[in-house]
């Protein structure tokens, strides 16, 4: 008997979401609803056996068109996957897709938040981390995000927010609990301070025009707002999770189980797309121009992430001690377990 005739339907794969291409900020509903509907197909999805074109492995890899996933794209181009005997196929896709790609099958890797991937472990889904792509920077001011206020306005230092509000582009995930320790670090109390969810794009106008008291968010975001006014008052995840690693490379249990040599392998070549990546910037604005639709005079002043794949378990823990200590998940997560 097939037991995927008792599994539900597949779920829809959502288009991309260009508006938000600049980087990986995940639109949160869409996300949420996605995780909590990945419960239902595990176990339900294609049987993830390895298909081979021209003696090659055919692995496809799920991102976003944002700038940490131009180390994969790099990678692609310089033939490194092909180097290793895999035939690796990029699928530009939604973030509450990422997930839902891997348990189903029809994604072999995703280039994730870590946050995400933290959490979807923690709820019991068969994901793996198998290393990273991108770190917060050592220090606040190298750091590509920041945490906004208007320059004449209340705002002057951290606490200075209790009883305000601030947006962050995804309630629950990286960008909110960085938030929260950065605050708590400096002196606020973030139990006091009112975090709402809030599209990057609309952040601006809405500081702006007083709707919110402070705006987190990333480069090139960050230009417009500081072009009409805004300052930045510090960098949540650099002072929260210095060196905390920002974009996961994740892969389905059950396909690492079946294909560890692939997925060895889809490491090695991705190493060098990183390290390629941090030794050139302007190869990776360059290939963001080709991903992206941002315009091109915001790519050539953007922040770019601090590609580094080292040290994943200290990177990664800095993530799982943050998410505990802040209730963000709902069971421990055993680093050495999560990490392969």
């Avoid at 099958?105 to 472990?121: H, I, K, N, P, R």
């Avoid at 400096?186 to 702006?208: F, H, N, Q, W």
Wanted: charged letters at 25%.
């Amino acid at each position: 008997m097939d037991h995927r005739a008792h599994c539900p339907p597949p779920l829809p794969t959502p288009a991309p979401d260009r508006g938000t291409a600049a980087r990986r900020r995940l639109r949160p509903l869409a996300a949420a609803a996605a995780l909590l509907a990945l419960t239902a197909l595990v176990g339900c999805g294609p049987s993830q056996e390895l298909r081979r074109h021209d003696g090659l492995a055919v692995v496809h890899v799920g991102h976003l068109p944002v700038v940490d996933a131009v180390a994969f794209t790099l990678a692609l181009d310089k033939g490194w996957f092909r180097d290793e005997g895999i035939d690796a196929r990029a699928d530009e896709t939604s973030a509450g897709a990422l997930l839902t790609n891997l348990i189903n099958g029809t994604d072999q890797f995703a280039l994730c938040e870590t946050a995400g991937v933290v959490s979807a472990y923690a709820k019991g889904l068969p994901v793996h981390v198998i290393g990273g792509v991108s770190k917060a920077a050592a220090r606040p001011e190298d750091d590509s995000g920041g945490l906004l206020v208007m320059r004449n306005g209340p705002v002057r230092k951290p606490a200075d927010l209790n009883g305000r509000t601030v947006a962050v582009g995804q309630l629950k995930g990286g960008g909110e609990v960085a938030l929260r320790a950065a605050l708590d670090k400096a002196g606020a109390d973030s139990d006091r301070v009112k975090i709402l969810e809030m599209p990057l794009s609309d952040m601006t106008a809405a500081l702006v025009k007083g709707r919110i008291d402070a705006m987190s968010t990333i480069s090139p975001f960050d230009t417009t707002a500081l072009a009409q006014g805004a300052v930045r008052l510090m960098a949540p995840g650099a002072e929260a999770a210095p060196r905390g690693m920002q974009m996961a490379v994740a892969t389905s249990s059950v396909f690492e189980r079946k294909n560890p040599e692939v997925v060895r392998g889809f490491r090695r070549a991705l190493d060098k797309g990183i390290a390629y990546a941090a030794a050139h910037p302007d190869a990776v604005r360059q290939g963001l121009s080709a991903l992206s639709p941002m315009p091109k005079k915001l790519i050539a002043t953007m922040k770019l992430p601090v590609f580094d794949a080292s040290t994943p378990r200290s990177s990664l823990k800095v993530w799982t001690d943050l998410m505990e200590r802040y209730r963000f998940l709902s069971r421990p997560v055993d680093v050495d377990e999560l990490l392969s």
